[in-house]
């Protein structure tokens, strides 16, 4: 079996809003989600995130209350890293 770490689930969204702080969102989900590999990046308008947990539902929701989400991404990396489709 292949080891993809700790986490099952690459999760992948962006978020559009306003007022919208790339640091802040950090903070806020490594504070109150876990998971690892997380990147929030953007501008006040626009901000990407990528993180590996096992319950990307509860970033969603997180996300969601922000602004408008959309490009979501959620991939099972334990069936890509078994060559299945994620």
Do not use: C
Not at 1 to 20: N, P, R, S, W
Not at 56 to 73: F, M, N, Q, R, T
């Amino acid at each position: 079996m292949v080891d993809i770490g700790d986490y099952k689930f690459d999760t992948q969204m962006l978020i559009a809003g306003e007022d919208l702080y790339e640091d802040e969102i950090f903070d806020h989900i490594t504070e109150n989600f876990e998971g690892d590999s997380l990147l929030a990046v953007g501008d006040e308008e626009l901000i990407k995130i990528h993180f590996h947990t096992n319950k990307p539902w509860e970033v969603l929701e997180y996300a969601a209350s922000l602004g408008e989400i959309h490009d979501i991404v959620v991939e099972n990396m334990l069936r890509q890293a078994e060559g299945l489709k994620g």
